[in-house]
């Protein structure tokens, strides 16, 4: 065995064509999104005020294959195909017969996975004459994507930072405004419901439903606007499957086809990015394990409710079907700042209450052990989102090696680590916490779920 990792490259001949639709496999239909006023499904009328329509399509389109745009691609060749590595040093570390390859989506300009839906969002909205773009972003990889392809495509853009994450990653909020990005603490004094928010609690961390709440209502109020969002919905997924498309094909190259798929899920694109085209052969009868990854500060999977509910504070979005916390739920402030989401989106949640992946928790101070391993091994450091697959990875391989299984695990390393050093500095230093949700919190914000259907 080699005692360096193995990278698995493509050419840029194999840069995907076309992205991955799980809508036109899945076993059953998914439910609708709701009009929240009217309690009816949400119509192309209803998204049309931030959204362009090209995205709408794309968001309820059945077709299995959609074409990626060839200005899209042409961004794309920047960093894509990106590399599949198989960790050789940290397999030796562990003395597992499980072989371990990782998906490096870090490569990117912006260093994370964001990119894949940043670019094309920006291209579909300026194709329709949006002049600028608004967002939230947690931990600042979001906002950071979107900043990028907004300059590429001569946008606008403005950024909703929460703001636990955006005093405690100063240089993502540079990152963006380098880009020429307009970054806001969120929440914030510019909106309704920031104002709502500050009066409630001048002292909010704030979260993703609040700063999502901001960057709509901006969008709403601004006929020039348009609302950009980086996780949740069916469009944002799609984008994200250049990743698994990719990695199938760099394993196939090499004799191998992944057992196990591994990603960390805060709102679902990262999972959804590199899993569905590995739920596709699921769905044909192959055996492939699917691992959703969540902190246990804000288990929506592991601990929320199977329900219609808002995706943002405010209550300006559709109604989702969705595993939720209550959309007035604050987590606490992990590093882990783009895992911090109250729901999940609508395909992630059909797909683990219907058994066809499966979710694990876990608190902050396991899962920087395993991200210190890892940097140690493979020479990456990891962004917190993508540690948290690291960590069960890591259990995973620990776990073959018990039975004496060599298993092929892949994981999604979805950014690296490089503006989150303060979290490592907290964690080697002793001063970082584990942070569990108590269950009485996740009742009370259960309480303030919208009347709606049951799923």
Same mark, same amino acid.
């Given at each position: ?66 074409? @990626? ?23 030796? /570390? ?30 579909? $909205?300026?194709?329709?004459? @949006? ?18 392809? &907004? ?5 606008? &853009? ?26 806001? #603490? ?9 104002? #709502? %928010? ?7 961390? *704030?979260? !993703? ?24 919905? $069916? ?16 394993? =196939? ?7 196990? %798929? ?35 500060? &804000?288990?929506?999977?592991?601990? *929320? ?64 052990? =395993?991200? @210190? ?6 020479? @990456? ?7 948290? =697959? ?21 994981? $999604? !390393? ?8 303060? =979290? ?5 230093? *002793? ?13 009370? /914000? ?10």
């Amino acid at each position: 065995m080699s005692d360096v990792r193995t990278k698995i490259l493509l050419d840029e001949s194999h840069l995907p064509t076309h992205w991955y639709n799980i809508l036109a496999d899945l076993p059953n239909p998914p439910k609708p999104p709701l009009n929240p006023r009217t309690g009816e499904p949400v119509s192309p009328d209803d998204l049309a005020a931030i959204f362009p329509m090209a995205l709408i399509e794309q968001e309820v389109s059945t077709e299995r294959w959609i074409p @990626i745009p060839e200005p899209v691609r042409d961004i794309y060749r920047l960093w894509r195909p990106t590399p599949l590595y198989r960790a050789h040093r940290l397999e030796a /570390a562990l003395g597992t017969p499980a072989r371990i390859y990782y998906k490096y989506e870090g490569v990117s300009p912006a260093g994370s996975h964001k990119p894949n839906t940043a670019v094309a969002q920006a291209f579909y $909205n300026k194709q329709a004459g @949006i002049r600028r773009l608004a967002t939230e972003t947690g931990a600042g990889q979001w906002g950071s994507a979107l900043s990028l392809a &907004c300059n590429l495509f001569g946008l606008e &853009c403005t950024v909703y930072m929460v703001k636990v994450s955006y005093h405690q990653k100063p240089y993502r909020r540079s990152m963006m405004e380098t880009w020429g990005a307009t970054v806001h #603490a969120s929440p914030s004094d510019r909106t309704q419901a920031g104002r #709502a %928010v500050l009066k409630a609690d001048p002292e909010s961390p *704030g979260s !993703l439903g609040i700063a999502i709440s901001e960057a709509v209502e901006d969008a709403a109020t601004h006929d020039d606007t348009n609302y950009a969002l980086g996780s949740v919905l $069916n469009h944002v997924l799609l984008h994200q499957t250049v990743i698994g498309l990719e990695a199938k094909e760099q394993l =196939a190259s090499v004799g191998e086809k992944a057992d196990v %798929v591994i990603a960390p899920c805060g709102g679902g694109s990262n999972l959804g990015g590199i899993a569905f085209p590995f739920l596709a052969d699921r769905f044909q009868g192959e055996e492939v394990q699917v691992l959703a990854v969540e902190p246990s500060a &804000c288990p929506t999977l592991t601990r *929320g409710q199977y329900a219609y509910d808002y995706g943002d504070v405010a209550g300006l979005t559709p109604l989702l079907p969705m595993y939720t916390l209550g959309r007035s739920f604050v987590p606490p402030g992990i590093h882990a700042g783009g895992l911090r989401y109250h729901g999940d989106s609508a395909l992630v949640s059909q797909l683990y209450h219907e058994g066809h992946i499966q979710a694990r928790a876990y608190p902050q101070g396991p899962v920087f052990e =395993a991200a @210190i391993l890892f940097a140690r091994h493979e020479g @990456i450091v990891p962004a917190p989102e993508s540690a948290h =697959a690291v960590r069960a990875a890591v259990d995973e391989a620990l776990a073959c090696k018990e039975r004496g299984e060599a298993r092929t695990l892949l994981l $999604n !390393l979805s950014g690296h680590g490089h503006f989150d050093m303060g =979290a490592y500095d907290a964690y080697l230093a *002793g001063r970082l916490e584990d942070l569990e949700y108590p269950q009485e919190a996740i009742d009370r /914000a259960l309480e303030d779920l919208p009347q709606a259907p049951a799923i």
